[in-house]
């Protein structure tokens, strides 16, 4: 297994059940290593043994200057990070021992085929949560349903994607 596979596992080993509590704490800690992650401010976090996106809201991040609110861009990105890393630990959490190695092979594959963003209300507010559910997992792909929330749990964005694997 290569160091990357290993980063993105919590250096599980083949044919060994998945522990999925630090299979969800490695992907997110790969998520966050990323600079463009970094620069943007988002964060992914485990929250009652579900990935979640956060960031709080920076001046930088400000798309309507009249009004002050979150770019439609930012929500867009967010939503579909969110979607993919959940994708990627349903993937490990349906696996069983024997299956891992092409699990792996998907995890590092994922990538985002079409999405569908439904802004429904003003960015307005502190910080941002995102939240994302499998609508359906198939042996290619998958579809999910994410969801952008602000600091009062009021939905600012909806959106549906599709992922390849």
């Known amino acids: 297994m290569s160091d990357m596979e290993k980063k993105w596992t919590g250096g599980i080993h083949l044919g060994s059940k998945v522990d999925i509590d630090v299979v969800l704490q490695q992907l997110c800690h790969a998520f966050n290593s990323s600079p463009f992650f970094s620069h943007n401010g988002m964060t992914m976090r485990v929250v009652d ?3 979640e996106g956060y960031i709080e809201m920076q001046p930088y991040m400000i798309g309507n200057v009249a009004f002050q609110i979150l770019h439609g861009g930012v929500a867009a990105t967010i939503l579909d ?4 890393i959940v994708a990627m630990g349903e993937l490990y ?3 069983e021992p024997e299956q891992l190695p ?5 995890v590092t594959r994922l ?12 960015g307005r507010g502190k910080f941002f949560v995102a939240r ?5 997992l198939g042996r290619k792909g998958c579809t999910m349903r994410m969801t952008l929330v602000n600091d009062e749990d009021k939905p ?6 599709s ?3």
């Open 163 to 165: 992922y390849a694997f």
């Open 102 to 106: 092409d699990t792996i092979k998907k």
């Open 49 to 51: 043994q579900q990935i």
């Open 111 to 122: 990538a985002t085929v079409d999405m569908r963003v439904d802004y429904l209300a003003p």
């Open 156 to 161: 600012i964005a909806t959106a549906i994607a």
């Open 81 to 84: 990070s969110v979607g993919g």
């Open 93 to 95: 959490k349906r696996t």
């Open 132 to 136: 994302a559910e499998t609508l359906r």
